[in-house]
C-alpha cells in the first residue's frame, strides 16, 4: 500500500511518470489470481531460456526503478501474462520511451493490426475482404 501511495506522490511531482506497463503486468497478475512466485515461475521466454526474476517483477510491480525489458524479457513476461508479445511491446514502449501505441481500439486490435505486416500483400487483402464479411465497411 505505501509504494502506491509514493507512486502517486511521484506521478503528481512528474506528470510524465508512466506506468502502462507495470499497470498491465500489476492487473494481468492479479486477473490470473497468481502469487509473484508463481507468476515469476511462468515468466520464461520460450526462446532463450531467459526467466524474469521475481525480484525485478516486484520492483517493476511496487514503482521501483527497473531497467526497461528486452525482447527476451518482454517474451517471458508475456508468457507469464499469457497475452500477446505486441500487447507487452506497447505498453513498454509507452512507459519506458514514450512512444503511444496506434490509437482506437483495444490493446488486442493493435496487436493484431501489427502482425498484419508480416503478411504478403496478397494476404492482406485477403483477409481484408474476410473482415468486411464479417464487418461491413462504414460509409
Not at 503486468?25 to 492479479?30: A, H, I, K, N, W
Not at 511491446?89 to 509507452?94: P, R
Request: aromatic share 4%; charged share 30%.
Amino acid at each position: 500500500m505505501a509504494a502506491n501511495d509514493e507512486q502517486t506522490r511521484d506521478h503528481a511531482r512528474n506528470p510524465e511518470h508512466r506506468t502502462q506497463f507495470a499497470d498491465l503486468v500489476r492487473r494481468r497478475r492479479s486477473e490470473l489470481n497468481e502469487s509473484l512466485d508463481t507468476f515469476a515461475k511462468k515468466a520464461l521466454d520460450p526462446i532463450s531460456g531467459l526467466r524474469v526474476t521475481r525480484g525485478w517483477i516486484y520492483r517493476l510491480e511496487t514503482g521501483e526503478t527497473v531497467t526497461p525489458p528486452a525482447i527476451r524479457e518482454l517474451r517471458a513476461l508475456a508468457e507469464a501474462c499469457e497475452l500477446p508479445l505486441e500487447q507487452l511491446q506497447d505498453a513498454a514502449g509507452q512507459q519506458f520511451h514514450g512512444v503511444d501505441p496506434l490509437k482506437g481500439g483495444s490493446a488486442e486490435a493493435t496487436a493484431y493490426v501489427r502482425k498484419l505486416d508480416a503478411l504478403p500483400a496478397e494476404q492482406r487483402d485477403r483477409l481484408l475482404r474476410l473482415i468486411d464479411t464479417l464487418v461491413p465497411p462504414e460509409e
